[in-house]
């Protein structure tokens, strides 16, 4: 069975700060991997994901994320925060394309302060 | 953004009512899905179906039921509502070029009193 664990339910970083938002997974196949982002009230939006290939993958509003699949991690990183960036963020891991059974972790809410 | 509407967007029932959820996609998309989303649980799968009449269960199916008549409309069923069914329920589909990326709806948020 797969799962994912996102390390910290809050994290808050300062304008123009690094942000780093972290997950690691488990999967008994070679993993296909997501980071959504969820603004109040919304639906969520996919920030980037990794199938095959490159495992530097490259989002949206400045997002990254480096699969590793010796560390089974698949952290979110930004060089610099900015206010827009607050909300919550979840990884999610499938095993295939087609009908996916998305797992998802308990997401992190992001605090940007000023 | 993909063409994903659901309805209603706020439902407030009473324990031991039938509620039936829609989603409704213009994309034509193959697969569909229903999540619901807890505090702390981030999304789990309730149902998911890969094309009209062919559904299957996911992780918290308990106390659903789903149907596909049409491509364009998936309907999540809860056939007598209660308090821990209350939640944000999401749609999602997949399926045209991207098979490997669900695209997700604004999300309904149910409350059974």
């Known amino acids: 069975a797969q799962s994912v664990t996102q390390l910290g339910s809050h994290v808050s970083v300062s304008e123009g700060a690094l942000v780093l938002l972290r997950c690691n997974y488990s999967s008994s196949v070679p993993p296909y991997l997501f980071w959504y982002v969820q603004y109040p009230n919304q639906g969520l939006q996919l920030l980037l994901k990794?199938?095959?290939?490159?495992?530097l993958v490259k989002g949206i509003n400045g997002f990254e994320a480096e699969f590793k699949k010796s560390e089974t991690s698949f952290h979110l990183t930004k060089p610099s925060a900015h206010m827009s960036d607050a909300a919550e963020y979840f990884c999610a891991v499938s095993e295939k394309q087609g009908a996916q059974k998305l797992v998802f972790g308990q997401g992190t809410r992001l605090t940007i302060n000023p | 953004d993909a063409g994903i509407t659901q309805s209603p967007r706020h439902k407030v029932t009473e324990t031991g009512t039938p509620v039936t959820l829609r989603c409704h996609q213009t994309e034509n998309h193959r697969y569909m899905y229903w999540y619901r989303q807890d505090p702390g649980h981030g999304l789990r799968l309730i149902h998911y179906?890969?094309?009209?009449?062919?559904?299957d269960k996911g992780e918290v199916s308990d106390g659903y039921s789903v149907s596909r008549s049409k491509t364009e409309d998936f309907l999540l069923t809860l056939e007598s509502a209660t308090s821990s069914q209350t939640s944000v329920y999401f749609c999602?589909?997949?399926?045209?070029?991207?098979?490997?990326?669900?695209?997700f709806g604004p999300g309904t948020r149910l409350t059974v009193l």
């Open positions: 990794y199938t095959t290939g490159a495992t």
């Open positions: 179906s890969y094309g009209v009449k062919d559904t």
């Open positions: 999602a589909i997949s399926g045209g070029a991207y098979t490997d990326t669900q695209y």
